[in-house]
């Protein structure tokens, strides 16, 4: 980014933030960015909880409360609001590691040094739709209703007239079991890419307007800065929504695989 | 893949929807650690802490209602214990007013006895004093009136049979003349 604005500078021109941006040159023999920082994510995470959780009392002391208060929002606001009061229990820790893995990845873009969502890399939250979510919630349905009676459930919502599974059957199949695993990756991706880029914009468009821009126009950099710091406030909302949106999402396709009735 | 990802970012613009291998396996295996170490350790000691959270609520509401089961049968026992005392206490006064009534009775019978007694005793008295009165004065009456009848006689009435009839007969009629008096009074 730095080189970049750099050569802005040098050049005279504006040149305007880009996908390029986001696939920056390795730190050391491949390792880029985003990896490190997801390595980063799982080390606090786990630092934080098992930490935390170490030595839990009845009485909880402050940080043991802020540990329980994001236990408790995945274990009851996600998990069992989605999946039920019965079956909730074992889904726990994916809801909670996939609420507080992409909750961190993806606050990492406003906070300072890190500055990059890490989420905004496809691939990442590629991995965890399709190859977490996607295969879990097929096979604890399959566990629970046999295939052919998750198939059923699934691509024959009852209740519905005989000749519109002519329609809705094919629907429900790519729904279930394409689309549901791709837009809950691109969501999650989309968001983040998009509100990383605007920040860019915002940022770059500032410093330009500051270092390049000829007497009346220097002062609209204030403005452009300001409007970074404005969307950063913004960004860090739809940051903590899309990661609670996966892990909704997540915990309410595990729920209708369960279910008995559509 | 990251290869030509990366060749491609150097040469033109890299698609930023073209998955990384590299980075699903590396999101993959982060995710996966972080899931095991929660589900072994973090989870585990959250959900212990939930239900000895829960038991010892229950436990504090059962206690407490405990305690207020026994809070109630003791008030309901004191309550008992008053009426009770309240009655006892009625009793004993009502007996206490009855004794009362019974003392002064007999405090009031007593006197009067007493004064019975002591007016009949001093009748007695007065009849002994006015009996002994009336024999000195008779012999008294009688020695006087035989020495005042020898003075005029001019001889002594030594016959003291003789004396002591006369004298006798006298006042016996006296008496009666005295006594015919009163009554006729």
Redesign the interface.
Known sequence: MGALVLTAAEGGEFAPP???D??L??IFL?VTK??VL??F??II??AF??IT??N?K?VPSKMQFAA?SV?DFG?NNIARDQIGSQDF?PF???I???F??ILVNNIFGIIPFFQFPTM?????????SV??VYPVYHYVGIRRHGLGGYLRNQLFPSGVPKPIYLLLTPIEFFQKFFFNPITLA?RV?AAM?AGHLILLVFTIGGEYLLLEAGGALKALSAVSFAFAILLTFVEALIQVIQAYVFAVLSAGYIGMALASDH | M?NT??IL?QEE????????????????V??????W???K???P?????YE??TA?IEGGIEKAEKAQAEAEQALAQYKAQLAEARTEAAKIRDDARLEAEQIKEELRAEAQEEARRIVAQGEAQLQAQRAQIVAELRSELGRNAVELASRIVGESLEDEARRRGTVDRFLAELEASGNGAGARK
């Open positions: 880009g996908v390029g986001f696939f040159p390795p491949g985003p990896m997801v390595v994510s799982v995470i786990a909880f098992l959780s170490r839990l009845i329980e236990y274990r229990r726990v820790p994916m909670l590691a996939l507080t893995f905004s890399h496809i691939g990442f939250p590629l991995a965890l190859l977490v691109i991706f890419f | 990251l990802s990366m970012a613009e890299p698609s930023p929807v073209l998955p990384h291998v590299s980075e699903i396996i590396l999101g993959l982060a995710f996966l650690i972080l899931l170490l929660l589900k350790y973090a989870v000691r959250f959900e212990k802490l000895e959270r010892k």
